[in-house]
Antibody
Framework: EVQLVQSGAEVKKPGESLKISCKGS????????IGWVRQMPGKGLEWMGI????????RYSPSFQGQVTISADKSISTAYLQWSSLKASDTAIYYC???????????WGQGTLVTVSS | DIQMTQSPSTLSASVGDRVTITCRAS??????LAWYQQKPGKAPKVLIY???SLENGVPSRFSGSGSGTEFTLTINSLQPDDFATYYC?????????FGQGTKLEIK
């Protein structure tokens, strides 16, 4: 069974760093892209970027380029989304999703709530 | 960058109704379109992929159609569990722009 299990909710202060995770199981982790999606409170879904764990090829939405870093550790089948300096506007739920060969996000994680508040 | 525009943003309907949600792409995306249902506090649930293919386990009252720049999601005979927010998404290997969402409310 394909599963993506994300790390737990985080509460951080502005300016702090953060790395959240998405662990894949039940499939060949290095053979599928993993993407990240943001959902701000009460708002819609926004596609952030994607990584191919097999070779760490990474692409970002122009809206998120330079704002976050996507990475992966294929030895532990885990993808990451990280911030070096959080802002209050980073408060959101973040979802990871596995993408099939056409780019379709066929399996989703449960989401990680990130709250940034002083 | 390709933009996805959904309409309407809010839709009021009754149990048993047939409803249609439209998604338009700013340029042709062939059939690389998915539809999702999302309920509060939950991850999006895949309904339709490649514009018209029903995801396993999704009731047959959901259907998708379209190609190029115009797409529709139709729900026949609305059930109480269907009241939620629906999103379209254009996807390919390197990007995945979403529509702004349609909230389906009980009339």
């Amino acid at each position: 069974e394909v599963q993506l299990v994300q790390s737990g909710a985080e509460v951080k202060k502005p300016g702090e760093s953060l790395k959240i995770s998405c662990k894949g199981s039940g499939y060949s982790f290095t053979s599928y892209w993993i993407g990240w999606v943001r959902q701000m409170p009460g708002k819609g879904l926004e596609w952030m970027g994607i990584i191919y764990p097999g070779d760490s090829d990474t692409r970002y939405s122009p809206s998120f380029q330079g704002q976050v870093t996507i990475s992966a550790d294929k030895s532990i089948s885990t993808a990451y989304l990280q911030w070096s300096s959080l802002k209050a506007s980073d408060t959101a739920i973040y979802y990871c999703a596995r993408h099939d060969s056409s780019g379709f996000p066929d399996y989703w994680g449960q989401g990680t709530l990130v709250t940034v508040s002083s | 960058d390709i933009q996805m525009t959904q309409s309407p943003s809010t839709l009021s309907a009754s149990v048993g109704d047939r409803v249609t949600i439209t998604c338009r792409a700013s340029q042709s995306i062939s059939t690389w379109l998915a539809w999702y249902q999302q309920k509060p506090g939950k991850a999006p649930k895949v309904l339709i992929y490649q514009a018209s293919s029903l995801e396993n386990g999704v009731p047959s009252r959901f259907s998708g159609s379209g190609s190029g720049t115009e797409f529709t999601l139709t729900i026949n005979s609305l059930q109480p569990d269907d009241f939620a927010t629906y999103y379209c998404q254009r996807y390919n290997t390197y990007s995945g722009t979403f529509g702004q969402g349609t909230k389906l409310e009980i009339k």
